[in-house]
């Protein structure tokens, strides 16, 4: 075949030349290098042809450059044809996404774009980390059915330090990831150590990210602690999640100069609310007052105000503390401190409702009717003085009719009970309108004074956090509405409607049960709230909550608008909290633009800068769920350490083909009783059924089933607690009673968050769902909120 003339290319003109140099004795040009070789060339080219154009005579390297091109269409780099030609792999034919990591190796790409996630081999993954961003070539479907991808090119790397501990073999560290999505170790070289001593929690600077021959290899930059200090597990997921805990100092320097008052100047231009006998009402151990309510009573319903901290005052658009505070997103709340998203001057100072002083605030008065519909509602700037710091227990106490506390606060009881009277309405109407309340527990962990967990216990709500529930809702509807009708582009909280995907397996889990699901394919949130309410009662009304909890969808922020479905709200934003969330600061700069007669086309954002925002701020959610919900299975398995060999009542909360996980009634603490565990049968996993059936016996074990378990082991590094089920007579047998299969075919805090924690699920990925056998994606508790 007769060769045509190609441009020939100097290797020396590869700008990766010395790496390859280190790397091998007899280099050849860089798989970038060749990549652009040819798209310079333009034309499909044979192995000698490449050779050529390379200038590579050396027989030892026109091999290696042949295995190399092998190499680069075994990882999808190029493509060849049918006369033996490489070419480069058409960008139209690639995609790309965010990796998403799984601790037993392999991992999944989430499209840019959307659509179904890519499922990455063990092999694949080995260039990459968790978080990376990259383009993959689809190459066809594994034998589980999932699309397969090949990593093309790693566009961005976000793994640029890890947190983990110190394991030192042969005078070379290995420090392996807390972060259990970062499944490769990290070498550390002798010279790299330091300091740290063996078994210490390290910091790592990643010095060379991984490639598919070697290992990632970093440095020590920082020793967190020994392994099990007091305080290390905040510290830890601090670190590993990549949270921002110091403050810049431009930021230092822009509030070094604010006062701990409110300035008279900043009080004009408001409409005085300070005579108005405002209170705020929160957790005992509260220290930020975003929120303060007053509510009376009118011929036609009632009049509400929502008081919330004006935050936009002191945070001007792209200032040092805009700036950071976008960057953190959001505060996060471990169980034993606090990462603000702004500077405590303003968390617990300026922009906290503190009582008996003067604050600014953004005010919302609604007018509601007997029926608890919003007539009329506005928005405007303000400057308050608390009447009263009240607690939630205080206030029920009240309501019940404590006759001290009565007594102490006469001057807002009667506001407080009128908050009561509106609270049953709204609820009712709730009610009417067919918002999800699902029936879960949230768990606070006490310490004592070494800092040790000293007990782990429920958090009892009762009718004063469903007040502020209400008033939260009222407040963020009323806020979305105007934002709506103005047309000004904003961000929404959005709770788009179960997947199909899942809404197919509910159902046929629903009839296996001879229940189902009314609404045909596109049930409502009134469609799920009959369901609950006509299961309320039965044995197995927590299993069938469980399965519908798990269909929903996750609530993100978005500029787009498609309503909230567990709260079954058409329009629905966050306004309440804007010292804890970003989101909630540009509504206020919306409508505060719109209270001050601003036009739509003069507002600060345009609408693709608020997309990135939403997005952004989605992701900042996510990572402050991931790692304070480390955060807790760490202090959870440290808590059962010393119980061991002791035996607790259960009820089975997930069931999988390795096993079911159980809740400890006692003490809400999740762990694995293994299928190896489960051995007087042989178990088959039905999906559909959320069961286990016994081959030869017939048991069934199923979700919501009572379990008597004797804990075997704890694993603190992994946050792993594993059960076997109590011994009786020599021989483990489930606790549950025995079932034949066919015997089963018969027929809310401080907002509005923690109002509906069922309407914000967390639906998620497909990496979730190929769960490690020891390892679950435990159920959050969390700081009671105001709203959804």
Request: charged residues 30%.
């Amino acid at each position: 075949m007769a060769k045509r003339r190609s441009k020939t290319t100097s290797r020396t003109q590869d700008p990766n030349q010395a790496r390859e140099a280190r790397k091998y004795e007899n280099p050849i040009p860089s798989r970038e290098f060749i990549i652009e070789t040819l798209n310079e060339q333009g034309a499909p080219m044979e192995h000698l042809e490449i050779a050529g154009v390379l200038e590579l005579t050396d027989e030892g390297q026109v091999e290696a450059l042949r295995r190399r091109l092998k190499a680069m269409l075994r990882d999808g780099q190029l493509l060849c044809n049918r006369r033996d030609q490489y070419c480069v792999v058409n960008k139209r034919d690639l995609i790309a996404g965010r990796v998403i990591g799984h601790p037993d190796g392999f991992g999944f790409l989430k499209p840019d774009e959307g659509g179904e996630d890519l499922y990455l081999s063990f092999k694949e993954m080995r260039t990459l980390f968790h978080g990376d961003r990259a383009v993959v070539r689809v190459i066809g479907v594994d034998r589980r059915g999932r699309t397969e991808g090949a990593v093309v090119e790693v566009l961005e790397r976000s793994t640029h330090s890890v947190v983990g501990r110190l394991h030192c073999e042969a005078g070379v560290g290995i420090v392996a990831p807390d972060n259990k999505r970062l499944s490769k170790d990290i070498v550390i070289p002798r010279s790299e150590i330091g300091e740290a001593k063996q078994g210490q929690m390290v910091v790592v600077e990643i010095l060379d990210q991984p490639t598919r021959r070697t290992p990632p290899i970093g440095r020590i930059t920082e020793v967190v602690g020994d392994h099990m200090g007091p305080g290390m597990e905040t510290d830890i997921a601090i670190r590993s999640h990549e949270i921002p805990v110091a403050w810049p100092e431009s930021v230092e320097q822009q509030i070094a100069g604010l006062s701990e008052q409110v300035a008279e100047a900043d009080k004009a231009d408001r409409v005085d609310l300070r005579q108005l006998p405002l209170v705020t009402i929160d957790g005992a151990d509260a220290r930020d007052f975003d929120d303060a309510v007053y509510c009376e009573a009118k011929p036609k319903g009632w009049r509400l105000l929502v008081c919330i901290a004006d935050v936009s005052h002191y945070v001007a658009i792209d200032t040092p503390l805009d700036v950071e505070g976008r960057k953190r997103g959001n505060s996060v709340y471990f169980p034993d401190r606090v990462v603000p998203m702004l500077p405590e001057i303003l968390s617990n100072g300026l922009c906290s409702l503190n009582p008996r002083v003067d604050r600014l605030c953004m005010a919302c008065e609604l007018y509601i009717d007997r029926s608890g519909k919003i007539i009329r509602s506005r928005f405007f700037p303000a400057v308050m003085h608390s009447h009263a710091r009240l607690t939630y227990d205080k206030v029920a106490a009240m309501l019940d009719g404590d006759g001290a506390l009565c007594e102490q606060y006469a001057d807002v009881l009667p506001h407080i009970q009128e908050l009561y009277q509106l609270f049953q309405v709204l609820h009712a109407s709730r009610a009417e309108r067919g918002a999800i309340e699902f029936d879960t527990t949230e768990t606070r962990i006490e310490f004592n004074a070494q800092k040790r967990v000293e007990r782990i216990v429920p958090v009892i709500r009762n009718d004063a956090h469903r007040i502020i529930e209400e008033c939260m809702l009222a407040a963020n509807v009323a806020a979305a509405r105007l934002l709506l009708r103005k047309k000004l582009p904003a961000i929404y909280r959005v709770h788009e409607v179960p997947p199909e995907e899942k809404l197919s397996d509910l159902r046929e889990f629903l009839g296996e049960l001879a229940l189902s699901l009314p609404g045909g394919s596109k049930p409502t949130a009134k469609d799920y709230a009959t369901l609950l309410e006509n299961v309320r009662g039965r044995e197995d009304a927590h299993l069938i909550q469980t399965v519908l909890l798990r269909s929903m969808a996750q609530a993100i922020y978005s500029c787009d608008n498609a309503g909230h479905f567990g709260l079954s709200y058409p329009a629905y934003t966050h306004f309440t909290s804007p010292i804890r969330r970003y989101p909630d600061l540009l509504v206020h700069r919306a409508l505060k633009h719109l209270s001050l007669g601003g036009k739509v086309d003069e507002f600060d954002y345009a609408l693709p800068e608020l997309k990135g925002i939403a997005e952004h701020c989605s992701t900042t959610e996510r990572r402050a769920d991931e790692a304070t919900r480390d955060a807790y299975d760490w202090l959870k398995c440290e808590y059962m350490q010393d119980k061991v060999g002791e035996c607790f009542d259960g009820i089975v909360t997930s069931v999988n083909s390795f096993g079911v996980f159980v809740e400890l009634k006692e003490v809400h603490i999740d762990g694995l009783v293994h299928i190896t565990a489960l051995d007087n049968d042989f178990y088959h996993f039905d999906p559909i059924g959320h069961r286990l059936t016994g081959e030869r016996t017939g048991t069934v074990i199923r979700l919501g089933d009572p379990m008597r378990i004797q804990v075997a082991a704890v694993n603190l590094d992994d946050r792993k607690i594993d059960f076997v089920l109590e011994s009786r007579g020599g021989s483990d047998k489930p606790g549950a009673p025995k079932r034949k299969r066919k015997s089963r075919k018969r027929g809310k805090s401080k907002d509005a968050d923690k109002a509906a924690p069922a309407a914000e699920s967390e639906s998620q990925p497909q990496a979730a769902e190929e769960a490690k056998p020891a390892k679950k994606k435990r159920r959050r508790r969390r700081r009671p909120r105001k709203e959804g």
